[in-house]
């Protein structure tokens, strides 16, 4: 038994899952000197120092809340999936049990993934502040008529466009929502942030990916009564023609703990079949 303190977020479950986490929370305390657990889905910031290291139990979305709760921490966490894809939660629960040595005795590397920082602003008054993991989407909403955005990166005039919304994701995020949309894969050691078009009326816009240098701030021109920006896809913030959302890298950085089983091209293929070949019939 080593002497870290563990916290383990997990979210709400019944039944056979309830017993899952529960046996393997118990399995984790007979490896440490102390185990905490917590709701992932709570909103309450963890500060830095509530423990040595994070477990986050369970699937993709419950990461994402976890790791807004984390952002500020510093704390390394490990995603271990319980869940259905598993890509934000690298380690299975035999995975973790194979590595468990190397991660509670830091044999293993936390790597910085970048996250943003979104800002709602209504004239001078801010309506919205806090972390983003994987993107935030300004999605056109009810009565689902096309809305008009304008977009600038560092001052900079980027574009503007009729279309049902915007994706600005992170490296991490990049195969989540703005894949859906055929947006750009990015490596999720970049710090670049990805910007797609929903359903754009236009020819010429198209992805880009812009460095993480400067400011990114979209301002609806024209927008629905149910116009709105969604955070990771859980927080939600309703949005009026002349409001501005500012999307700039999170400082700190989130410190993830890579599985060596698993290398970022490795998960693509076995999560979302990147790179397979068609298997023709003869």
């Not at 935030?136 to 001052?155: C, D, K, T, W, Y």
């Not at 466009?161 to 990015?186: K, M, R």
């Not at 990771?232 to 890298?249: F, I």
Request: proline share 6%; net charge neutral.
């Amino acid at each position: 038994m080593n002497g870290k303190h563990v916290l383990i977020l997990c979210g709400r479950t019944r039944g056979a899952a309830a017993g899952q986490i529960d046996a393997f929370v118990d399995h984790v305390r007979s490896l440490v000197a102390k185990v905490t657990v917590d709701d992932a889905g709570a909103s309450a910031p963890i500060a830095a120092g509530a423990a040595d290291i994070a477990i986050v139990l369970g699937g993709d979305g419950t990461f994402l809340g976890a790791a807004r709760r984390l952002a500020d921490s510093r704390i390394p966490v490990v995603g271990v999936n319980m869940g259905r894809l598993g890509f934000l939660t690298e380690f299975s629960t035999r995975e973790f049990t194979h590595h468990a040595p190397a991660i509670l005795g830091d044999g293993l590397r936390a790597l910085p993934r970048m996250m943003l920082r979104v800002r709602i602003w209504r004239g001078e008054g801010l309506c919205y502040e806090g972390p983003a993991m994987n993107d935030v989407s300004i999605q056109a909403g009810e009565p689902f008529r096309m809305i008009e955005l304008n977009v600038r990166h560092a001052g900079v005039d980027v574009c503007t466009f009729l279309g049902d919304g915007l994706i600005l994701s992170t490296p991490s995020g990049s195969t989540g929502y703005t894949l859906s949309a055929g947006g750009p894969i990015l490596m999720p050691s970049m710090r670049a942030i990805a910007m797609t078009p929903v359903a754009a009326h236009s020819l010429s816009i198209r992805p880009v990916v812009a460095a993480a240098d400067g400011p990114i701030v979209v301002t609806p021109l024209r927008s629905n009564l149910g116009t709105a920006a969604s955070i990771d896809g859980q927080r939600h913030c309703p949005l009026a023609a002349g409001d501005r959302v500012e999307v700039t890298a999170y400082d700190p950085d989130l410190l993830v703990v890579q599985n060596p089983d698993r290398p970022f091209f490795r998960t693509l293929m076995t999560k979302l079949h990147w790179g397979r070949s068609p298997h023709h019939q003869e």
